[in-house]
């Protein structure tokens, strides 16, 4: 495979691979040429988690037991108001037409799109929580397990969210109906994330919840880059 | 030969319109003379419960309305399936007629359930796994109905609200069992129906003729939302045009 074939794809049946590397690749260029953008979206986490203690006071018993579902709901947020980014630019410019006209597999090239908005939204946030953990004075292990939490979690946000922010591509009623959509449908990765930080500080496995939230993964994986596709071409009609 | 329906008329809005005219009147009969039977049967026949007194005879609105509000959303994805498989206009709008009713009665469940909660479990509101997930689900139709209503071309909000209600429909089991398990980790079985005492027959035949009458409210309400939806959608159109002159020459 020269460097031509995956900038300009002309074989009718492109191999599918081929197109998640070609998005993956093009978005990341995008997303580290506007740094702020990423900088912002995690500076929306941080401020988010710490309004908290603001909140509900400083006693540090009340912030032990609040932390994990901070941490995790203000991760659910932090991906909620990054989603539109996933496609608005493409869509409003015309290039998303273009990549949908594009002989490789939608699904294939959204899934790269999916996974470079994770790389540079989500994996920011896996990488900080262990600092916002400790705010919250949670223990090594547990700052661990959120991390671990995280870390499989926040790609099926971004999966799952994918399909809101194509759902509601061009309409007027922008974010307060996306995050209608899409945060019901967060409800499971948000119970099992903080779940498992739970049961460590409880003394039990977290594999259990972990489990869960891999396999959930694995199941936004196949599925969520599908009815994605779907969204884009009726949004594209 | 037998003679066979040509079930596929039907598909076309135009005659359909005209059978859910013909329908309506039965079903919203069948459910008025049902939900009297019910009445009659929960507040005066029925018992007084043993442990929860009065306040029980809430569940023969209460568990009607929970059941239809989860079986209204599977028929809508069904109908959402069917439009998206074959491309028909009939089955979106029918999906398109039965979120409100959906959203009505996992509201009434939620309210009844909350009437109910006073007296028996002392609270409003327990983060109940069943509570829990009705709220979810409410939240799913209102996210439905609301998408429908972001998209001014029908078509778009037929397939974009379709696809929605499909993500929806493969979630719905995954956020029941995760809201069950977050229940049980969190609080314990404080507060459980699935251990009240097994019911007298007369409660049963009471919460389950409420049932049929809950289910042909729906179908009726539905059939006829979804003929003014047809009307609406099929203005432009020669039958819908002769229908509105041929209904003002007969005033």
Redesign the interface.
Known sequence: MTPFDAVAPSAPSAGAWVGVAWALARDLRLALRSRAEIGVQLLFYVIVVSLFPLGVGPEPMLLRALGPGVLWVAALLASLLSLPRIFTADFSDGTLEQIALSPYPLPALISGKIAAHWLTTGLPLVVMSPLLGMQFGLSGNELSILAVGLLVGTPTLSLLGAIGAALTLGLRAGGGLLALLILPLYVPVLIFGAGAVDAVRAGFSASAQLSLLGAGLLVAIVGAPIACAAAVRIALD | MTTSINWFRFASPASFFALAGRLVPWFASAAALLALLGCYLGLFVAPTDAQQGEAYRIIFIHVPAAWMSMFIYLVMAFWCAIS?TFNTRLAAMMAQSLAPTGAMFTFVALWTGALWGKPTWGTYWAWDARMTSEL?LL??Y??YM??RN??DDP??AD??SA??A???A??IP??YF??K??NT?HQGASVSLTSAPSMAKVMLAGMLVMAFAAWFYAIAIALLRVQAIILERERATGWVGELATGARAAK
Do not use: P, Q, T, Y
């Open positions: 998206l979810i939240f799913l209102f996210g609301a998408l972001a998209i078509r778009r397939r974009a696809v929605l499909l993500v929806g493969v979630n995954i956020i995760s809201v398990w977050w980790l």
